[in-house]
């Protein structure tokens, strides 16, 4: 029986270990994909939102870039300016999601999605709206 059981933990151990050390895959973190008109796109694992900048306080492209780097389990990756991505992990096992935050001149544009599975059961849009609110909150 304790043998099971320490099997059992080794093996969960591994498992979280291989999804926190798992490289990120690069290719996700400068990525800019449409729909590319204003409004909220889901997409699969999470969700694009399109903005135009006329409709967002001054600064709108720096100051989300502060909020998202408030947020928690949080960090900025890559060294590029734009786009600028995050990866922000789930506070038990450290599943990333990957943000990407860029403007063409007209639009704020942030894809955030899940790197493993199929459904992120919301969380990407939970954060995202919660970026959004504190940009225009002013908060």
Do not use: C
């Not at 409709?55 to 949080?74: K, S, V």
């Not at 506070?91 to 639009?107: H, K, S, T, Y």
């Not at 955030?112 to 059961?121: A, E, I, K, Q």
């Amino acid at each position: 029986m304790l043998k099971s059981i320490l099997i059992a933990v080794l093996l969960i151990g591994l498992a979280q270990a291989a999804i926190r050390f798992t490289p990120l895959p690069r290719h996700r973190l400068s990525a800019q994909p449409g729909p590319f008109e204003p409004g909220v796109h889901p997409v699969p694992g999470g969700l694009k939102v399109v903005r135009p900048l006329s409709e967002l306080p001054e600064g709108a492209f720096a100051r989300l870039l502060d909020i998202a780097a408030e947020t928690a389990r949080t960090e900025r990756v890559g060294t590029g300016v734009e786009p600028a991505a995050f990866v922000t992990r789930s506070r038990l096992w450290g599943f990333p999601d990957i943000a990407v935050i860029w403007q063409d001149g007209e639009n704020l544009h942030l894809h955030s999605h899940l790197v493993y599975g199929r459904s992120d059961l919301g969380m990407n849009a939970a954060r995202v709206a919660r970026w959004f609110e504190r940009l225009e909150g002013g908060q």
